[in-house]
């Protein structure tokens, strides 16, 4: 059964740098698919950020690609998100996701709220 | 405001169905067979219930089920029962710069 979960702090101060990563088991991110975040801000609906495929390939929300980036430790089966420069409008879920060839994704984590205030 | 138009909520009774649309254009909906559906109860992170327009993955009920015409895609809901009452997200593929977008969510409430 595959499983993702995500981790990183619950609190970040603006302007400073958001840092989640993705801890995946039951499956190796070499062996194929895509993995990416997704957010949901308080209340509100579903936001794609970035995607990395697991060659390494890399796609970014382009609203937010100045200041995003995605990345993949194969070594550690897992993948990471830095946000950096952000504000209380990037106070949201973050979730972490496979992503199958047809661009949807099949398998969730839990998600967990980062709160950006000073 | 989001990529994908969806009704901000939709209703029915025990038993019956519902339709919730998902508006797009020929850049993403439109464009390709990519279109998901997503389950999101209270609290809970997403759940896959379509994918690639129409497919069901392993243990999502037949009563689920999704189409597309042009650059509106569908889920339909029949048999409505009290579990299904949530949020519902579509979402499509498109291209290779813009990669995903998603719909605003409708709410369903089982009446």
């Known amino acids: 059964q595959v499983q993702l979960q995500e981790s990183g702090p619950g609190l970040v101060k603006p302007s400073e740098t958001l840092s989640l990563t993705c801890a995946v088991s039951g499956y190796s991110i070499s062996s194929g698919y895509s993995w990416g975040w997704i957010r949901q801000p308080p209340g509100r609906g579903l936001e794609w950020i970035a995607t990395?495929?697991?060659?390494?390939?890399?796609y970014y929300n382009p609203s937010l690609k100045s200041r995003v980036t995605i990345s993949v430790d194969t070594s550690k089966n897992q993948f990471s998100l830095k946000v950096s420069s952000v504000t209380v409008a990037d106070t949201a879920v973050y979730y972490c996701?496979?992503?199958?060839?047809?661009?949807?994704?099949?398998?969730w984590g839990q998600g967990t709220l980062v709160t950006v205030s000073s | 405001q989001s990529a994908l138009t969806q009704p901000r909520s939709v209703s029915g009774s025990p038993g019956q169905s519902v339709t919730i649309s998902c508006t797009g254009t020929?850049?993403?909906?439109?464009?390709?067979?990519?279109v998901s559906w997503y389950q999101q109860h209270p609290g809970k992170g997403p759940k896959l219930i379509i994918y690639d327009v129409s497919k069901r993955p392993s243990g999502v009920p037949d009563r689920f089920s999704g189409s597309k015409s042009g650059n509106t895609a569908s889920l339909t809901i029949s048999g409505l029962q009290a579990e299904d009452e949530s949020d519902y997200y579509c979402s499509s593929y498109a291209g290779t710069y813009t990669f995903v977008v998603f719909g605003g969510g409708t709410k369903l409430t089982v009446l």
């Open positions: 996701a496979r992503r199958s060839d047809g661009a949807y994704s099949d398998y």
């Open positions: 990395i495929s697991h060659s390494g390939s890399t």
């Open positions: 020929s850049s993403d909906v439109g464009g390709y067979n990519y």
